[in-house]
């Protein structure tokens, strides 16, 4: 149904790029420091520089968590979580371009590696992990800046007086094609860190040229965004598993595919501490093919879409706690590992094997009362051999 549309309550979503020495850094603690202070809420920044933000800890009040080998996708959708189990208002993500990076290098792995040189075919595991990222920042309760890095390229402008002189611009930012779409905001900070809003959906600032924006402009955006109605408890852009009345119920074959991944994802589950939950897994495998998976030799191909995953991937078939491992039965196609009873699913259904045909005794006193019939029937016999 229709209904009039309203202004409501909304969060940042801010991306700021630009060259490296634009102030990409400093200019969203500035950002984010106005939003606080004309809200009480506190900062947290995900640092992969590691002591880059640091830097401007004796001008600036944030936490900050830089205590990871590597800012990959799977990392920062964990600190991600963190930030907002914590009670953060504010959300710094200091660059997203790392995250990026990494994910590039885990495609050039797999397509080297099980794809056998089709980095084409390797994008099917990298794809989801980018998805995800897009809407955990979509769906944050927190208000998120990221900062994206722009390639680089230098240019020969004309100066004062007529001379040439060699400048350095930002193009085009670091990180997946269309990102730019998922922010409400987009700004370009050019090497005099001068902002330029190429995108605004407050409908105040767009193309706008801002001399190092700060403080003010964060308390402006801040004042923006509250304006408006509360919204309504907020639903995800979509789930990880459809509802169970819309699922459709896994054939005979389909449950011992579901069967055969959750053994071969046992050992990996016990490490990390988790138990596999057979609704899950059903829904994810469904979820990923849409449809019915009846061939128990795409078993280990969906093992492989969920281990590239890591932690991320297995929460999504497991539960967090493990408990006590059951007597492992042997490892047929019916051990489901640690998980819970499948009553949902059908039993898989056997033809019934034809009954053996009485054998046929030789009517030996029929013989004995008629021998010539006897006799003409075993000529018609051996005829038909």
């Given at each position: ?176 094609k269309g990102i730019e779409y998922e922010f409400d905001m987009l700004i370009d900070l050019s090497t005099d860190h ?192």
């Amino acid at each position: 149904m229709f209904k009039k549309a309203q202004k409501l309550k909304s969060k940042l979503r801010l991306a700021i790029s630009g060259a490296s020495g634009s102030g990409k850094s400093f200019t969203t603690l500035r950002i984010a420091s106005g939003m606080a202070a004309a809200s009480g809420m506190k900062i947290a920044a995900i640092d992969s520089e590691k002591i880059s933000l640091e830097k401007y800890a004796d001008r600036f009040e944030f936490d900050i968590a830089n205590d990871f080998e590597r800012l990959d996708i799977d990392t920062l959708l964990i600190l991600m979580s963190n930030a907002e189990k914590a009670g953060y208002g504010i959300l710094i993500i200091d660059s997203l371009t790392h995250a990026w990076k990494a994910l590039l290098d885990e495609v050039d792995r797999i397509a080297s590696g099980k794809c056998r040189g089709n980095s084409f075919a390797a994008w099917r595991f990298g794809t989801p992990k980018q998805n995800l990222l897009i809407e955990k920042i979509l769906s944050s309760p927190c208000h998120i800046i990221a900062t994206m890095r722009s390639k680089m390229e230098w240019l020969v402008e004309q100066g004062d007086g007529g001379k040439s002189k060699p400048v350095r611009v930002g193009l085009a930012p670091e990180q997946g094609k269309g990102i730019e779409y998922e922010f409400d905001m987009l700004i370009d900070l050019s090497t005099d860190h001068i902002a330029n809003v190429l995108k605004d959906r407050t409908g105040k600032f767009q193309d706008a040229i801002i001399e190092k924006p700060g403080e003010e402009f964060g308390r402006d955006l801040l004042a923006w965004l509250n304006d408006g109605a509360e919204p309504k408890q907020r639903q995800p852009h979509h789930s990880d598993s459809p509802p169970k009345s819309s699922m459709p119920k896994p054939s005979a074959k389909a449950v011992a595919v579901i069967a055969k991944v959750a053994k071969l994802l046992r050992s990996e589950c016990d490490e990390l501490g988790y138990e596999i939950d057979i609704d899950k897994l059903s829904a994810c495998i469904y979820g990923a093919h849409d449809c019915h998976i009846e061939d128990i030799n795409k078993a280990q191909q969906i093992c492989v879409y969920i281990r590239d995953e890591k932690r991320v991937g297995l929460a999504r078939v497991c539960n967090p706690v493990a408990q006590e491992p059951e007597t492992d039965n042997g490892g047929d196609a019916t051990d489901y590992g640690d998980s819970q009873p499948v009553d949902d699913f059908e039993e898989p259904q056997h033809d019934p094997e034809p009954e053996p045909e009485p054998e046929t005794k030789p009517n030996t006193k029929a013989a004995a009362e008629n021998p010539r019939q006897a006799a003409d029937e075993s000529d018609i016999a051996d005829d038909l051999i």
